[in-house]
């Protein structure tokens, strides 16, 4: 069975930083490309970035361009999502998930099958 678990949200004031985790559990991290999403209170969920099962191709929103890093360990199973600059506007619940299908572009939730229950982010003016 398939399990992700977010961790490192919390609290931080603008223009700082945080750096998310997602382990998981599961025969198939090492295979399979990995995305971070998040939701903001009565939004749509928004793809944040993306990484390949490699780590070497990583993709972004233009939103968090230059601000937010995606990486990968496969030896931990674990990918990160290191936050800087931080904004209000990136207040959220950020969510991972591992990308199942490639009917659509990697900015679609449709496209992945497993996610994590999220951890919050809380960015003060």
């Known amino acids: 069975q398939v399990q992700l678990v977010e961790s490192g949200g919390g609290l931080v004031q603008a223009g700082g930083s945080l750096r998310l985790s997602c382990a998981v559990s599961?025969?198939?991290?090492?295979?399979?490309?990995m995305g971070w999403f998040r939701q903001a209170p009565g939004k749509e969920r928004e793809y944040v970035a993306a990484?390949?099962?490699?780590?070497?191709?990583?993709y972004y929103a233009d939103s968090v361009k230059g601000r937010f890093t995606i990486s990968r360990d496969n030896a931990k199973n674990t990918v990160y999502l290191q936050m800087t600059s931080l904004d209000v506007e990136d207040t959220a619940i950020y969510s991972c998930?591992?990308?199942?299908?490639?009917?659509?572009?990697?900015?679609?939730?449709?496209?992945?099958?497993?996610w994590g229950q999220g951890t919050q982010v809380v960015v003060s003016s």
């Open positions: 998930a591992v990308r199942r299908w490639y009917s659509g572009g990697r900015q679609e939730p449709s496209q992945y099958g497993y």
């Open positions: 599961g025969n198939i991290f090492n295979t399979h490309d």
């Open positions: 990484i390949e099962n490699t780590g070497d191709r990583t």
